[in-house]
């Protein structure tokens, strides 16, 4: 069974920045892609950015484009995503996510909290 784990998410004010990594273990190989998903309270879960394994295409909701950046990590087994100029609207508990037709996701992990102070 396949395994992520976030970390990284934290109390930050408005126009700061944040960077959320995902670490992950098991069966995810180069059909997958990865991404990051939030979902605040009183709402549904959405997609945030993806990036696939073995290309670097990068996909993004048009709420965060311009302000965050998903990457990968060298050993390919751990995702960033860079939040910049962050708003009060981006709070969410944050999800790291692995499938191989994102947005519909085979893994997730356990979510990391993210504020953003007024």
């Known amino acids: 069974q396949a395994q992520l784990v976030e970390s990284g998410g934290g109390l930050v004010q408005a126009g700061g920045s944040l960077r959320l990594s995902c670490a992950a273990s098991?069966?995810?190989?180069?059909?997958?892609?990865m991404g990051w998903f939030r979902q605040a309270p009183g709402k549904e879960r959405e997609f945030v950015a993806g990036i696939g394994w073995t290309t670097p295409s990068t996909y993004y909701d048009d709420s965060v484009k311009g302000r965050f950046t998903i990457s990968r990590g060298n050993a390919r087994d751990t995702v960033y995503l860079q939040m910049n100029s962050l708003k009060p609207e981006d709070t969410a508990v944050y999800y790291c996510?692995?499938?191989?037709?994102?947005?519909?996701?085979?893994?997730w992990g356990q979510g990391t909290q993210v504020t953003v102070s007024s």
């Open positions: 996510a692995a499938g191989r037709n994102l947005p519909t996701a085979d893994y």
């Open positions: 098991g069966p995810i190989g180069s059909s997958y892609a």
